[in-house]
């Protein structure tokens, strides 16, 4: 999938539409999502043009994906959520059910987070 430079995150790192920050650095931006599925949901994303994990891990240099890793712990330990924990997930592609077509990482934290997915349907 060609990268849509029109998608919503990539308005985001341009500055046309807000976000609420919370860490960045020359690899990432780290915002509060719009529609928080916790008490701490953020999404981290790298400021390269990349659609999905999967477009990053095969086109992205080391430097970017070793910048971006960095960035999410970065954004755990700014949060203050190493020690209590979190969860991160990244979804891809249609059977991953991803909605915006720029590499998202979210990251989920302030409680005791349940099981990891649904098990049924
Ligand atoms: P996906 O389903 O692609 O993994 O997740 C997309 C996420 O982006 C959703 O959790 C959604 O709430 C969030 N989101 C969508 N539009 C916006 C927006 O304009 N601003 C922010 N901060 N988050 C958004």
Redesign the pocket.
């Known amino acids: 999938m060609a990268y849509d430079t029109e998608n919503?995150?990539a308005k985001?790192l341009r500055g046309e539409?807000p976000?609420?920050k919370i860490y960045e650095d020359e690899h990432a931006l780290a915002?509060?999502?719009?529609?928080?599925?916790a008490p701490i949901?953020v999404?981290v994303i790298p400021r390269g043009a990349y659609v999905s994990m999967d477009d990053f891990t095969t086109s992205a240099s080391d430097a970017e994906i070793a910048g971006f890793m960095r960035a999410v712990g970065n954004t755990a330990r700014q949060l203050e959520l190493a020690s209590p924990g979190y969860r991160i997930?990244?979804?891809i592609g249609e059977d991953?059910?991803?909605?915006?077509?720029h590499l998202?990482i979210?990251l989920f934290g302030g409680k005791k987070l349940g099981p990891m997915l649904k098990t049924t349907g």
């Open positions: 919503i995150f985001i539409i976000c609420d915002f509060e999502d719009i529609n928080p599925q949901h999404l997930l990244a979804n991953g059910m991803q909605e915006v077509p998202h979210h």
